[in-house]
């Protein structure tokens, strides 16, 4: 795996992870964290699917990125051009996009902004419209820290908000927990992203904007959609009107996961498999 710096217009740095092997004559694998999220949770998939090229990066003001100044610099239509960077500088020219949450939403921009890009795409957990309570859950936890005075600590504090998630074992939350927080110079453990990237969701308020364009713009393509059974992002109302929009789009229901399953779940990665198997050909 290679790190590598990219710097995007405004000359903020992004760190991104080169996962697997460049020559592999598969599409690579663009993987696109959820909103506050990173690279490293895609860490275990690309293990898995290696040598099969994995590309990854931590958005502006997540994980190891530049944070911003401004907060209206995390716009999501920014975060689109820092994939077209990253995308120039990795040389990437067909993908398969896999997409957490946000990273769905960004996988249906790039589906109109850059459609020559995609060979097919993975929606986790995510589609054209986001359930009003889960929206305002995640715009309330992002928009703040939440120090911890050590690890133990960190994993109770997740196990106590995020109980649906499908980690199961101690090694799982540790490694989530890792992924989630960072040590700060007070020796406690921080979250690893600006809280200002909740700066556009909470300026946006309740008004949702028409989305489905984006997702119409994926319908030529192979997609799989993977729902969480317990998700308060997408229902069952809203993945029902995508399969109607696109009737050749897979899915999976995951039951009893909440947002957002980690791709490691038995049914998830049969799956995503046979999917990235499928567009690979």
Do not use: C
């Not at 133990?152 to 799982?172: C, E, F, G, N, W």
């Not at 399953?261 to 990665?269: C, D, F, G, N, Q």
Request: aromatic content about 6%; glycine content about 8%.
């Amino acid at each position: 795996m290679r790190e590598i710096w990219v710097s995007n217009a405004k000359g903020r740095r992004m760190r991104v992870r080169d996962h697997g092997d460049s020559s592999d004559p598969r599409p690579p694998i663009l993987a696109l964290p959820g909103y506050a999220r990173n690279g490293k949770d895609f860490t275990h998939l690309a293990n898995r699917i290696a040598p099969r090229r994995l590309v990854t990066l931590d958005y502006r003001g997540r994980g190891e990125s530049d944070r911003e100044h401004d907060w209206r610099a995390y716009a999501p239509e920014s975060l689109i051009d820092d994939i077209r960077h990253v995308a120039t500088a990795t040389g990437l020219h067909r993908v398969v996009v896999v997409g957490t949450s946000l990273g769905g939403l960004l996988a249906m921009g790039m589906g109109v902004a850059m459609p020559s890009l995609i060979a097919g795409v993975v929606l986790n957990d995510v589609g054209p419209e986001v359930q009003s309570a889960g929206a305002d859950y995640v715009t309330d936890y992002i928009g703040r820290d939440h120090p911890q005075p050590d690890w133990p600590h960190a994993v109770s504090a997740l196990q106590r908000m995020l109980p649906t998630l499908s980690l199961r074992t101690d090694a799982d939350w540790l490694n989530f927990a890792r992924n989630t927080f960072r040590e700060g110079p007070d020796g406690r453990l921080h979250v690893d992203w600006d809280p200002s990237i909740a700066r556009p969701l909470v300026a946006h308020g309740k008004r949702q904007e028409d989305l489905w364009p984006l997702f119409r713009s994926l319908r030529h393509l192979p997609v799989l959609t993977i729902r969480g059974g317990a998700s308060d992002i997408l229902s069952e109302r809203v993945l029902q009107q995508m399969k109607d929009v696109h009737p050749s789009m897979q899915v999976v229901t995951l039951d009893g996961v909440g947002h957002a399953p980690t791709l490691e779940e038995p049914a998830s990665r049969d799956a995503l498999d046979r999917f990235l198997a499928a567009v690979g050909d």
